[in-house]
């Protein structure tokens, strides 16, 4: 089992920055993609960013490209979301997920999810 804690979402203002992080629990944390969605309220969740597990390639949601940065630190099991000039559309709550040996692209592929982090960003 695969236990997934995020942290880090708070209340910001359009234009600041903050970075998520998100603290795997369990063996083989190098084996998995790792990956971030969000949810907003009325909204399905949908994909942000993705780090492969075989050789970090990283992909991201149009709309935060240039603004987010996924990232991560094997020796402390931990993946980070740095997103930078907020805006008010990227509010929503936040979850990481681990896909054992994927490519993570998929939201039906991950194995586990974390409960989540809210990030609100006023205008």
């Known amino acids: 089992q695969v236990q997934l804690v995020e942290s880090g979402g708070k209340l910001v203002q359009a234009g600041d920055s903050l970075r998520l992080s998100c603290a795997a629990s369990?063996?083989?944390?190098?084996?998995?993609?790792m990956g971030w969605f969000r949810q907003a309220p009325g909204k399905e969740r949908e994909f942000v960013a993705v780090?492969?597990?075989?050789?970090?390639?990283?992909n991201y949601k149009e709309s935060v490209k240039g603004r987010f940065t996924i990232s991560r630190d094997n020796a402390r099991n931990t993946v980070y979301l740095q997103m930078n000039r907020l805006e008010p559309e990227d509010t929503a709550v936040y979850y990481c997920?681990?896909?054992?040996?994927?490519?993570?692209?998929?939201?039906?592929?991950?194995?586990?999810w974390g409960q989540g982090t809210q990030v609100t960003v006023s205008s």
């Open positions: 780090i492969r597990y075989i050789d970090d390639t990283t």
């Open positions: 997920g681990a896909d054992f040996r994927g490519l993570g692209y998929k939201e039906d592929d991950y194995d586990y």
């Open positions: 369990g063996r083989g944390f190098s084996m998995y993609t």
